[in-house]
């Protein structure tokens, strides 16, 4: 397996603009999570997903943050419109459904907002 | 949400030197991971600790969870330039779906 894939791995945007972030998990995983990391505020859970179900958005920062999950092998989290305070990198994850198990991370996207 | 705090939050160091870092919450975990992450990578797993007072070592690196499962701790013996990193902490939300972190430790080992 290729292990989680995140596209694209660089975005550079002006603020306004709509943005969408893909992921494609670990075939077989059954939980996906979706990871925004900025240095104040360290690696923060944004949602995750739970057999293609979304099952906590409380991370999401606001309305203009969505996610959705149409299949098992496949995510996306969009912003609109982005804001220059959105820059971070954002990183996906899979893994099998519990708490002992481990989760795989993508190499992230690093977003620009100017 | 479980909170993790994580110290130090930088630490910078020599090759040969030993170091710990930790990782403590007022939550009871049912388990904790470490992690590392590399610079331009995602995090990649070290270890799984299930049991309070639990010890495992991984070459030079041993990590320990509290006895009341409420925190752990990070043991690098005789560090080394590739040991350079971010430590991260996660646990699980008791209904097993979440994974939360802590902020981290960045550590830099210089020859």
């Known amino acids: 397996d290729a292990g989680v894939i995140q596209s694209p791995r660089h975005e550079v945007t002006e603020m306004g603009q709509e943005v969408t972030l893909r992921c494609k998990p670990i075939s077989g995983h059954n939980s996906l999570f979706w990871y925004r990391q900025t240095m104040m505020r360290g690696l923060e859970l944004l949602i995750y997903f739970n057999n293609n179900v979304p099952i906590d958005d409380s991370g999401m920062p606001e309305d203009r943050f969505s996610a959705k999950m149409p299949n098992a092998s496949f995510s996306t989290l969009k912003i609109q419109p982005s804001e220059p305070r959105d820059s971070a990198v954002y990183f996906c994850?899979?893994?099998?459904?519990?708490?002992?198990?481990?989760?795989?991370f993508g190499q992230g996207t690093r977003l620009t907002v100017v | 949400t479980q909170l993790l705090e994580q110290s130090p939050q930088f630490l910078s160091i020599q090759e040969g030197e030993n170091l710990t870092v930790y990782c403590n919450s007022s939550s009871v975990f049912s388990s904790l991971q470490w992690y590392r992450q590399e610079p331009g990578e995602g995090p990649v797993l070290l270890v799984t600790?299930?049991?309070?007072?639990e010890v495992k070592k991984l070459k030079r690196l041993t990590f320990q969870f509290g006895d009341a499962r409420k925190d752990s701790s990070l043991h690098i013996t005789a560090a080394q330039p590739g040991d350079t990193g971010l430590y991260l902490c996660?646990?699980?939300?008791?209904?097993?779906?979440?994974?939360?972190f802590g902020k981290g430790t960045s550590l830099l080992v210089t020859p």
């Open positions: 996660a646990a699980s939300s008791n209904s097993g779906y979440a994974l939360n």
């Open positions: 994850a899979s893994r099998l459904q519990g708490g002992v198990t481990e989760a795989f």
């Open positions: 600790v299930v049991t309070g007072g």
